[in-house]
């Protein structure tokens, strides 16, 4: 098996981040803050928040992306009901069981009303931890929007400085951005090598790798995403005759890994996705020369992923991201997973289909949840998809 430039076979690299994926505990994150005195462990939940500042402040910030299949729900099911998503319920159950402990604050991104009213639960339950609702701008005028966005990044930039005994630095936030610029590059350089070589690099895994980059610090991560791009570069794979798809709609709460892999079995290479956006969310290098909160909101409101959490100003715009997601992939289809109950994501979801309808771009739908036991369906599903693009395409 061809390995990376340090040794690192892609099955071993990949197995690392599977072990992470797998640990509910935050074992690698515990044992970050556990090496040095005064270390502090900043969560998130999905979606994006600014993890510059947290680390300019010098603590890790935490992806909390709820429990997956792996964790059985018992107390969070007490706290909400059950007609909306899971992701809140294997929240509280992670944190009512002790599994975030060791954590010294929370944000909570300004996805959907669940994810806000999860905030307020979570300074109810937890007291003793920094809690924050991050709000994002709906007005995207630099000289509005721009300025509200400063002044929510500014408030973070005190209070995690306020936190740690000390305040942040310019300097210390420019070092910052600089650090994730080159993490983003990277991550974008995986997208790009799978788009062109899906094969090589199968979804899972570079999801999987992806996922890593929310609990390790972000210089770790970077090293692990170039060790398996050199890996997966050189490691022979088959190439199967399978159809090229778009997976949209996975922004927030994740999909079983079973699901993803269930997509390719099925005859599917996912060539795009909306995983884990919080990984490359920001679309362009963030200036590093002047104010780095301006610079930090201008990249949002200019150079920022499209998603159904974010509010779009320009109408005319409202689905052309996936058509470009489409073309710059080389995709032949698109399939939209939503997870039950996701208000943004089965709201948009129509908008979205009538834009595929008007570009020619055949698409299929379907739901899950993070618990998600049962793939078959899906997989049969999938499979007349792919089966119906190549029919189609072969016409």
């Given at each position: 098996m061809a390995t990376s430039l340090n040794?690192?076979?892609?099955a071993s690299i990949v197995a690392r981040a599977q072990g992470l994926f797998d640990d509910l505990s935050f074992t690698a994150a515990r044992a970050w803050k556990a090496a040095e005195p005064g270390r502090k462990v900043i969560g998130y939940m999905p979606i994006y928040v600014p993890r510059e500042i947290i680390h300019a402040a010098g603590m890790l910030p935490l992806g909390i992306l709820g429990g997956g299949d792996q964790l059985e729900v018992i107390h969070g099911d007490a706290y909400y009901q059950s007609?909306?998503?899971r992701i809140p319920r294997s929240t509280i159950e992670l944190g009512v069981s002790g599994r975030l402990d060791f954590v010294d604050g929370m944000l909570f991104p300004s996805i959907c009303d669940v994810i806000r009213n999860l905030s307020g639960m979570w300074k109810m339950m937890f007291p003793n931890v920094y809690v924050r609702y991050f709000d994002v701008p709906q007005n995207y005028k630099d000289g509005i929007g721009g300025n509200y966005y400063v002044s929510e990044l500014s408030e973070l930039v005190e209070a995690l400085g306020t936190l740690r005994g000390k305040p942040i630095s310019d300097d210390e936030l420019r070092h910052s951005i600089a650090v994730y610029n080159e993490n983003r590059r990277l991550v974008r350089e995986l997208y790009s090598f799978r788009a062109q070589r899906p094969w090589q690099a199968p979804a899972a895994e570079v999801y999987l790798v992806l996922r890593a980059g929310l609990v390790l610090p972000v210089e770790e991560h970077s090293a692990l995403v170039r060790d398996y791009l050199a890996a997966a570069e050189r490691e022979e794979r088959p190439r199967r005759d399978n159809c090229r798809v778009v997976l949209t709609g996975v922004f927030c709460e994740q999909p079983p890994l079973n699901l993803i892999k269930?997509?390719?079995l099925s005859g599917c290479y996912v060539v795009d996705d909306d995983l884990l956006l919080v990984t490359r969310w920001l679309t362009a290098d963030v200036p590093t020369s002047g104010n780095p909160l301006q610079e930090l909101a201008s990249a949002f409101l200019h150079?920022?992923?499209?998603?159904a959490a974010k509010y779009e100003p320009d109408l005319k715009e409202k689905g052309q991201h996936l058509v470009r997601a489409v073309r710059r992939s080389g995709a032949e289809g698109v399939i939209f997973a939503c997870p039950s109950f996701c208000d943004p994501a089965l709201l948009e979801r129509p908008m979205l289909q009538h834009v595929?309808?008007?570009?020619?771009i055949p698409y299929i739908a379907f739901k899950y949840a993070e618990n998600s036991g049962q793939m078959q369906p899906i997989r049969e599903q999938a499979g007349t998809f792919a089966d119906s693009i190549k029919l189609w395409s072969g016409a």
């Open positions: 040794g690192s076979s892609a007609y909306i998503c269930s997509l390719e150079h920022s992923e499209s998603t595929l309808k008007d570009a020619d």
